[in-house]
């Protein structure tokens, strides 16, 4: 059950990081606010690292697979999902993360033979039905309009981006902590993605404002330190396949965001996909 509530409270926070990915498609280019966010991020990380002992602090023997895990969740992943959500919008990103479970089940299966139970297929299965109903709102007449463009296509890499970075981090939380294995793996990527933000800073200018400062601050804290190091401790407790199946609950925390902040209406839909992306995940997690 922690495991569960760890793996929720990230795509909970990830959820605000897309609304606001989106928001800021104009203000700033994708490496500069990827790498804006895990400069925070970094900064939080070693005052917290300061607390562990001594070898929680080292590379160790694992460091090249810290070092992948850097540059898939890290240099690769974020950039790339502020990519698409600059061609696609919030709707159409969020019902390809429902093929999250899927392709971290397979990416499990291949690299750290951890094949998907059938108990882990059917809540996958039902999690993204859920999904499907949740983004279409219940009409067929939904996806006459969903067509195929650049930025979906960058989201499905982001997707497979992030069931790799899991499948890693699980094997690198053999052996160490959630808090460890995060911290230790952004520092290895933030240099490749500073450098990269300064290339990009001269053809994609930061618009400076306010609320911009005040948006990376927070996706900084937020999505990136509570949402990495609760996702990995879920990742450790639920292994890569059964975390990735509360990744469904993304869009669902995405509607209830608009229901209580933008006053968008609820609707049948949304308490059936609701009801069918927690279902899943709770059957996917549970015990025989």
């Not at 601050?217 to 990735?244: D, K, Q």
């Amino acid at each position: 059950m922690t495991g569960i509530l760890l793996a929720n409270v990230a795509t909970l926070t990830w959820a605000t990081n897309m609304a606001l990915g989106r928001w800021l498609r104009d203000d700033i280019g994708p490496l500069t606010l990827a790498a804006s966010r895990f400069l925070i991020a970094s900064l939080l990380y070693v005052a917290l690292l300061q607390r562990r002992p001594p070898e929680e602090r080292r590379l160790g023997q694992d460091r090249w697979r810290l070092l992948a895990m850097g540059i898939a969740g890290v240099v690769l992943f974020a950039p790339t999902l502020y990519l698409a959500l600059r061609f696609t919008t919030t709707v159409n990103a969020t019902l390809i993360n429902g093929f999250g479970p899927i392709i971290t089940g397979i990416l499990a299966a291949l690299m750290i033979q951890e094949p998907m139970t059938r108990r882990q297929v059917a809540g996958a299965a039902a999690a993204l039905l859920g999904v499907l109903i949740l983004i279409s709102g219940g009409s067929f007449t939904f996806w006459q309009t969903l067509g195929s463009n650049l930025g979906d296509l960058i989201m499905v890499v982001a997707v497979t981006l992030w069931g790799l970075y899991s499948v890693l981090g699980r094997r690198a939380m053999h052996h160490r902590s959630a808090l460890s294995a995060t911290a230790l793996s952004t520092f290895l990527g933030l240099p490749l993605l500073l450098l990269a933000a300064v290339w990009e800073i001269r053809t994609i200018p930061i618009n400076a404002q306010p609320q911009l400062f005040l948006a990376i601050l927070y996706i900084g804290i937020a999505p990136t330190v509570v949402g990495f190091l609760a996702w990995n401790e879920g990742v450790r407790r639920l292994g890569p396949s059964g975390a990735m199946v509360f990744y469904n609950t993304l869009p669902l925390y995405g509607a209830l965001l608009g229901i209580l902040l933008l006053g968008e209406p609820i609707g049948p839909a949304h308490l059936l996909g609701g009801a069918l992306i927690m279902g899943g995940g709770l059957y996917a997690a549970r015990k025989r």
